[in-house]
């Protein structure tokens, strides 16, 4: 008789995590980072990874919003969490950035204060369960 389904692994769905830093933010970034490792894990999300952006002058298309942009289009990703929405950037910034994560079908969840922007277009996958790696660039 097989298990069930309360006691099998399900694997959740895949988001992105996304974190605008300032350079020298070590401690900062270490409990940010743990703050959307606990988030996604008590809400059976699989975070695939993190992206940080360090330049405080950023504009809209910087190296890690535009790495994170990439793996949007990759299938089964449900989207993006952020700690807060001060993480988009300035607000002139924050809305062109709200406008293309939402644009890409994905949702834009907020860890902080559990609310998610929801999605243009109805598109729900489940992957496999990763690692969540942290792709740190310097703009």
Known sequence: MDPLTEHRTVNGPI???????????????????????EYCHSHELVLGAIFIERDSTATASSTAFTGLLDVLDLPDVYGVVLPAPSHLGPKPIAVERRLQITGSGVRLILARGSRTIRRTSDRC???????????????
Not at 16 to 34: I, K, M, S, V
């Open 15 to 37: 988001v992105y995590g996304f974190l605008r830093l300032p350079q020298r933010a070590a401690a900062r970034q270490t409990a940010l980072t743990g703050a959307l490792v």
């Open 125 to 139: 996958r489940r992957s496999t369960p990763s690692s969540a790696p942290t792709v740190d660039t310097e703009t």
